[in-house]
């Protein structure tokens, strides 16, 4: 009897599990264009860093990555239980934050003096230089900064991830949530690592000769521009995947878009860009709201997020 009970345990472990990959694969579908946002956003990060800072900034992101999902998960399970009617608002607020974050660096250089940028240009300058500054204190802001985006976004794969296990039992639920939230962080943060080292990669094959050291300065060309592309991609990423959200969210604005755009992909182009134009007004709106309240508190300048 106690090895047929052993073998059933076995029996039904296996199922869940088999569950569970099929479920993990559908939500890592949904969520898919959310982790391409999420390495954009992330690997901008550590622009301007000196390169023996360059995976410790990324650690140290990846480190609060890691606190965000242990707190996001458990969250997210709760409120499914318990407050499901606080998912949308909860949503809607994370996207307005990203579409504010993505809207003020666009106006960044009408919000600050050319004086204040020069100045800060120079810290970073002097301690890049500086062998003896801790980097990762003093881009401690940015880091914050880094763990905060990290934050809304992994909220809203979580959500995500969580519409497509909501029919499922509890523990099918929590093992889908802890299988894309640690995939994701690895996944992301791994590529971003890899993708802030390329040139050091170049530079290695350089040293070779022949082919590889042609491959290796091709590398090394393409490298800057890869980090310009990303940063602009990870701007573009707050508007889209923000106004995606508060698209989403209002029932009669999401038919709208979805009853004015055409199948196949001219319409899906088409959504992407409805969604980051509500997103640009969003942000827009909002920008100035703060603009104005810290104006009137007193404050002549609003800090860019980093």
């Not at 500086?130 to 990762?136: A, I, R």
Request: hydrophobic share 55%; aromatic share 6%; charged share 20%.
């Amino acid at each position: 009897m106690a090895g047929a009970s052993l073998l059933t345990l076995f029996d039904d472990i296996a199922s869940v599990l088999d569950d569970v990959a099929i479920l993990t694969k559908l939500a890592t579908k949904k969520t898919a264009g959310v982790l391409g946002d999420d390495l954009a956003l992330n690997a901008q990060q550590v622009t301007g860093v000196k390169a023996a800072r360059e995976l410790p900034v990324v650690w140290a992101v990846a480190k609060g990555s890691f606190k965000n999902k242990a707190i996001l998960v458990p969250a997210a399970l709760a409120i499914s239980a318990w407050l499901p009617v606080l998912i949308v608002p909860l949503m809607m607020i994370g996207g307005t934050f990203l579409v504010y974050e993505g809207m003020e660096k666009l106006v960044h250089r009408f919000l600050h003096s050319r004086a204040e940028d020069e100045k800060h240009h120079e810290e970073l300058v002097k301690a890049v230089a500086d062998e003896q500054v801790d980097l990762v204190e003093f881009e401690k802001d940015k880091i914050k900064g880094a763990i905060r985006t990290d934050f809304i976004l992994s909220a809203e794969i979580i959500v995500l991830s969580l519409g497509v296990v909501e029919a499922q039992p509890f523990t099918q639920q929590a093992l889908v949530l802890v299988v894309i939230a640690l995939g994701m962080t690895v996944g992301v943060y791994g590529l971003v690592a890899g993708i802030v080292k390329l040139d050091d990669a170049g530079m290695h094959l350089a040293e070779k000769g022949g082919a590889t050291a042609a491959f290796g300065r091709g590398i090394l060309y393409t490298a800057p521009w890869l980090m310009k592309f990303l940063s602009v991609a990870g701007t573009a990423a707050m508007f889209l995947v923000g106004g995606g959200i508060l698209v989403h969210a209002i029932p009669v604005l999401a038919h709208w878009v979805e009853d004015a755009v055409p199948q196949g992909i001219a319409g899906t182009l088409l959504s992407a860009l409805a969604n980051a134009v509500v997103g640009m007004a969003v942000g827009a709106v909002v920008v100035a709201v703060v603009t104005l309240v810290k104006k009137m508190r007193g404050g002549d300048k609003v800090q860019a997020p980093h």
